[in-house]
């Protein structure tokens, strides 16, 4: 019972040779579905990244795939410090899917006004739950303004 192989992985990486579709001259071929399906795919809401496909490859042959990864890295430290910072243990793939899904200067500034808020408000640095709050409200602000759906 073998799996079927991926059609993209034969296209592009077997036959074509390339890292990703995005370096193609026929991308966006007609096997991608439109941005829009992607958004709504049930495969979506258990992995968010599926949501980020088509605006991803378009970066990537936009800016290179070497730009893409220094995004990807400084998404990922981004993420750390949530985590790190702010996690109250249950807050993880909340963080997780803000990373993947809102832009890098929504995430910079979103810790940085959390931040400030917490000075402001003199909530101390042992207190995990309530930073955790305020860093999430600011987040999902942020999501609800550009229209980010978790």
Known sequence: NKHPSCSFITCCVKKKNLEVCAEC?????PKFKSNEEYQQSKESSSYPSGKKVMPNL???KECGIEKFVTQQKERIKL???????????????FFCKAATLLDLIDLRSSLDKATQKIK???VKQSDVKNKSLI???I????ALKK???W
């Open 135 to 137: 860093l999430k409200a």
């Open 58 to 60: 378009n970066f990537i």
């Open 139 to 142: 987040l999902n602000e942020i």
């Open 25 to 29: 001259s026929e991308f966006p071929c």
């Open 79 to 93: 993420l750390e410090t949530m985590i790190k910072n702010f996690d109250d243990g249950r807050s993880k793939s």
């Open 120 to 122: 402001t408000d003199k």
């Open 147 to 149: 229209g980010v759906n």
